[in-house]
């Protein structure tokens, strides 16, 4: 088990090695997403903020592991 978490890690940061800018660009994606749920109302979606937390987490992880890349 921890042979393929090591290798997913491995790889995922190869991938993410070549393409610094993919994780803040899916989180402002996600922020924009959240604003169009905003305007057309979707349900609990639209009452938790979901995707704006979860694009602005995205996006800060994505700039702190395009720095240590």
Do not use: C, Y
């Not at 090591?6 to 660009?25: I, M």
């Not at 996600?30 to 905003?38: A, E, P, S, Y």
């Amino acid at each position: 088990m921890l042979e393929k978490v090591s290798l997913f890690v491995d790889r995922a940061s190869e991938f993410l090695a070549a393409r610094k800018g993919l994780l803040p660009l899916v989180g402002i994606g996600l922020v924009i997403l959240n604003f169009i749920f905003q305007v057309f109302p979707v349900g609990w979606i639209t009452s938790s903020n979901l995707f704006l937390h979860l694009g602005v987490i995205l996006a800060l992880v994505g700039i702190l592991l395009a720095w240590a890349l």
